[in-house]
């Protein structure tokens, strides 16, 4: 920390000395220097100390009229997950529409409501899936949504591009692609596994296509979508060894290991003399696994 | 004289400003980090590395000595961390209490005739014992023989089969999600910098509710001692480490809870035993290898509170742990001289060795020449008081401006304080800080420096009352909270 009353004392004496002593040209005004630079800190400090109040005051404000909003909008957003006719579906969409306009005033709130639908979107399945898609399309939350793809803000753009994945907006598909390979790696991130999400196997088509490093990180989500698809219905990932780029070679070894993908083993043998320690583990620990009898030592890699 | 005393009063000077400038630019330096890192991590589900069969395995490693009374809790604590795959190395380092007696009985453990590689040259090992009950597989217990912590985390980096390896103080309370958190810096680098270390913050836990091993509620300390050491904590980590990390400067990751790349740690030779500060040595050492190899890397840090530790709550204590970080802040800057102020080593020789050197190390110096200075002029009759009140003024308004500047940075990320009351506790902290903390806090590092030239090596007594506030004795080198804030 600063050095503090011990440092004072030294400075003050050397206030004294130029007060006293010296003759430098700004020896004169440092008692005037001094006295705003005290003036500055303390209303710095105050206003912080201030700050940090309203900080508190504003975030309890803002929660408790989130879940005022929450309360309120609770009762249609379930009536449209349980409805269980298409008319009784419409007649709770022709509530919410208004009900949804009059509540959520600012993006932060419709940000709230977003996460609320999309929390409950994934906790459910079949039908009531389907109809909280309609509520999100149907409602201000779309247009919520929309506002934010249109934002300058990576992080904004990349959350209204992971709010349309996961309600299972296939419409914005195109809208989603033009970002899979773009220059942020975060937007290109989050629009990559929106497209596994939303495409299946077939969203793995940027891969053939990316320039550049497929992080570990990004590989763990996108592998995450995909093993909730159908096994069987995987493609040949094979095709993806031969890019250039090793990261995506890697992904494609691990990808043919975990899917099993035995048929694959005569291309995996080719990296288990590669020059890159990381396919060439990768390949063996595949090989061991898909290929039973083969033997190429050990590695720790992925777990099938 | 006079104009000798001039000349080293003006020194004392622009080294004040400048200190306060540097400040002043880690601060918004941080204030940016943090931006990024919330930004970044505001849509990241730390669970898909759970559930994931490329998650990389690790290795928790973490050294006991005489820690009977906890132990079990603490490897309870161990084991309900959320990951996926991942063993706990606990090593006993040659306790003289029951403690592995009590893991023995509590964890059904057998011992077991597994050679432990000698990556590391360590003390001997007397026996690796496992569970034979599978609900304890992860844990792994090494008894050797006492030879420090330093050693005793060697043999657990020895013992481990991972590639990446966490080093804790065994009784440190974890956050359930620190190592999901603290592995992902790992996984993310898209270029081609391998990532060496990864830092967590550490808070203190002294106030806040524990129980079973976790961390129920958070608040502000009672005492003034740690409530102060709360404000020093959220400032070193929250705004030091953060801006430093942002620099590629980080120089110290805390001994409490870091991830390691092991290969790198066993290339550099482990932890070393010729400091006290082993934790800062290491690191300094990773980088300064990376360096002259020539290997791209960076080693990054999580702000995120993941790691909560006791701090002393008497003088006594609180000296004797500062001191010996400043006596291993000397040796670490000693050891490694060769990188000071040399660009061959990039950033590390050209800011990160200098900023410590001179803002760290002499800073405690320089205070005391300074109140030297100020009492010879006293007698001398050489000060204009009215000046040097406000001078003293100054400072204290910096220091009270730079601490609230620390509360806001808290405020609006984690804001683990939620009750007014610990604002107000923690404001009261602020003002009263420089006047006594911060004076026994140089104190005690002039006190670790003289220990240095008098080759004191011991690392002292140290009594914690532990977190269910009972009273226990034990050894410093092996017990003691040993997060190093090291203010900014």
């Known amino acids: ?304 | 004289m006079i104009l000798t005393l001039e000349i080293i009063i003006w020194i004392i000077f622009v080294f004040t400003l400048f200190i306060m400038g540097s400040y002043l630019i880690l601060a918004y330096l941080s204030y940016k980090a943090l931006r990024v890192y919330f930004t970044k991590n505001s849509f990241s589900d730390f669970n898909t590395i759970l559930n994931s069969p490329l998650a990389p395995p690790l290795s928790v490693v973490s050294p006991a000595y005489n820690e009977s009374k906890s132990i079990v809790d603490n490897v309870k604590t161990q084991l309900s961390l959320h990951y996926n795959d991942y063993e706990i190395i606990l090593v006993n380092d040659g306790s003289t209490d029951d403690s592995l007696q009590k893991l023995i009985t509590n964890f059904q453990l057998e011992k077991k005739d597994i050679k432990i590689p000698q990556h590391l040259p360590t003390k001997e090992v007397l026996g690796v014992y496992k569970s034979s009950n599978p609900a304890f597989k992860r844990l792994v217990v090494i008894d050797k023989v006492n030879g420090g912590k330093a050693d005793a985390l060697n043999v657990g980096i020895n013992a481990c089969t991972t590639d990446y390896v966490t080093c804790i103080d065994v009784d440190c309370v974890l956050e359930q999600d620190s190592l999901l958190k603290m592995v992902k810096p790992f996984l993310e680098r898209t270029d081609k910098k391998r990532v060496i270390a990864s830092g967590g913050v550490v808070r203190i836990a002294n106030g806040c509710v524990i129980e079973n091993g976790k961390l129920v509620k958070v608040e502000v300390p009672e005492s003034f001692l740690p409530r102060v050491q709360v404000l020093e904590y959220i400032r070193a980590f929250l705004l030091g480490r953060m801006a430093w990390a942002r620099l590629d400067g980080l120089l110290l990751i805390s001994g409490a809870f870091g991830l390691f790349d092991k290969d790198i740690v066993i290339k550099c030779g482990g932890y070393t035993l010729k400091t006290v500060s082993e934790d800062m040595e290491l690191v300094v050492r990773m980088r300064r290898y990376m360096h002259e190899n020539k290997q791209p890397y960076v080693a990054t840090y999580i702000p995120d509170p993941l790691c909560w530790t006791e701090v002393p709550d008497s003088y006594k204590i609180l000296g004797s742990q500062r001191s010996r970080w400043s006596r291993g802040n000397v040796e670490t800057l000693w050891i490694h001289r060769k990188i000071g102020f040399n660009p061959r080593y990039g950033r590390l020789g050209l800011l990160s060795y200098p900023y410590w050197f001179i803002f760290e190390f002499l800073a405690p110096i320089i205070e005391s020449v300074g109140i030297i200075f100020t009492l010879i002029l006293a007698y001398m009759n050489l000060i204009n008081w009215n000046f040097f009140f406000l001078l003293l003024l100054f400072c204290y308004t910096f220091a009270i401006l730079f601490s609230m500047i620390a509360i806001m940075a808290e405020e609006e990320t984690f804001h683990e304080y939620k009750k007014m009351s610990d604002y107000f506790k923690l404001i009261y902290s602020v003002l009263l800080e420089p006047t006594f903390f911060h004076p026994f806090i140089t104190f005690s590092a002039i006190r670790g420096y003289i220990g240095v030239m008098f080759g004191q090596k011991s690392w002292g007594k140290m009594t914690r009352k532990g977190f269910s506030n009972k009273k226990e004795d034990s050894t410093l080198a092996k017990k003691m909270a040993d997060a190093k804030p090291k203010p900014v």
Not at chain 1, 163 to 176: F, R
């Open chain 1, 1 to 304: 920390m600063i050095l503090g009353i011990l440092a004072a004392n030294s400075v003050a004496n050397t206030a004294v000395n130029i007060a006293n002593a010296v003759n430098y040209p700004f020896a004169h005004n440092i008692e005037t220097i001094v006295v705003f630079m005290i003036l500055l800190f303390t209303y710095s400090s105050i206003i912080l100390f201030l700050a940090v109040i309203i900080l508190r005051l504003r975030k309890n404000q803002f929660e408790k009229r989130a879940e005022f909003i929450k309360s309120s909008l609770n009762g249609l957003i379930m009536g449209a997950a349980f409805a269980s006719t298409e008319d009784e579906l419409n007649e709770v969409l022709l509530q919410a529409k208004p009900a949804f306009n009059k509540y959520i005033r600012t993006s932060s709130q419709g940000q709230i409501m977003i996460n609320e639908v999309i929390n409950m979107h994934s906790n459910l399945a079949g039908q009531s899936k389907n109809n909280l898609s309609r509520l999100f399309a149907e409602t201000c939350l779309m247009t919520y949504t929309m506002r934010n793809l249109g934002n300058e803000n990576w992080h904004v753009k990349a959350s209204a591009i992971r709010a349309l994945a996961q309600i299972n907006s296939e419409a914005h598909i195109p809208k989603i692609e033009k970002y899979a390979l773009h220059h942020n790696i975060y937007l290109q991130q989050e629009a990559q596994i929106a497209l596994v999400n939303l495409r299946g196997y077939d969203g793995l088509d940027f891969l053939g296509k990316l320039k550049n490093a497929l992080s570990d990180w990004q590989q763990i989500n996108i592998l995450d979508v995909l093993r909730k698809l159908d096994k069987d219905k995987a493609p040949d990932f094979s095709q993806w060894l031969s890019n250039k780029e090793d990261t995506i070679k890697l992904f494609s070894i691990r990808l043919i290991h975990y899917f099993q993908q035995g048929y694959n083993s005569d291309k995996l043998e080719e990296f288990v003399h590669s020059e890159n320690k990381l396919l060439r583990n990768e390949a063996i620990a595949a090989l061991q696994k898909i290929k039973p009898g083969s033997h190429f030592g050990s590695s720790n890699t992925v777990k099938a």
